[in-house]
């Protein structure tokens, strides 16, 4: 019965990352046509309107902002980017609690392979973006593999 609740689990996080894909793609196609940003507008705070409309020059895109807490890393874009890669990763390490007895194993196996598969698609990203798809790369593979670090996103 607790390989279906694992099941369920994993399924949830899915639909979680289709909220973040989902507010991911509102700001890119509406700009400020959207709730949150007519909410920031209404509130006339500058600081929230500045991360929705920031980008990459002003952010640091290899981490999430957490405006509650007030983190401020990457842009609204970038942070619902994080949501959503980090969701899928999370759905991955649900599934992988299964092969576990005891929820000490399976509560480090959770956290162990969130973590993996949030960095290790951070270091796709970065080979795929910075020297696959980039006509003049400033590294090489060879050059990305010496800084590989699965443990920190580099987006």
Same mark, same amino acid.
Not at 139 to 149: A, K, L, S, T
């Given at each position: ?11 949830? %996080? ?5 909220? !973040?894909? @989902? /507010? ?6 509406? @700009? ?25 020059? =002003? ?8 405006? !509650? &807490?007030?983190?401020?890393? /990457? ?7 994080? @949501? *959503? ?12 609690? @299964?092969?576990?007895?005891? *929820? ?10 969130? *973590? &993996?598969? *949030?960095?290790? =698609?951070? =270091?796709? %990203? ?21 800084? !590989? ?7």
């Amino acid at each position: 019965m607790s390989k279906y609740y694992l099941i369920a689990t994993a399924l949830f %996080f899915v639909i979680l990352a289709g909220q !973040f894909d @989902g /507010a991911q793609d509102a700001r890119k196609d509406y @700009g400020h046509d959207t709730p949150m940003y007519q909410g920031y507008v209404v509130d006339k705070d500058t600081v929230m309107m500045k991360w929705y409309d920031g980008g990459n020059h =002003e952010y640091n895109p290899s981490f999430p902002s957490v405006p !509650f &807490l007030n983190v401020w890393y /990457a842009d609204y874009w970038h942070t619902m980017k994080h @949501g *959503w890669i980090f969701c899928y990763a999370l759905a991955i390490a649900t599934l992988s609690c @299964g092969y576990f007895t005891g *929820w000490k194993q399976r509560l480090l196996v959770f956290v162990l392979i969130a *973590w &993996l598969g *949030w960095g290790f =698609e951070g =270091e796709s %990203f970065n080979a795929s973006y910075g020297i696959f798809h980039r006509l003049n790369p400033t590294e090489n593979i060879i050059q990305m593999f010496g800084d !590989f670090n699965p443990f920190a996103n580099s987006h």
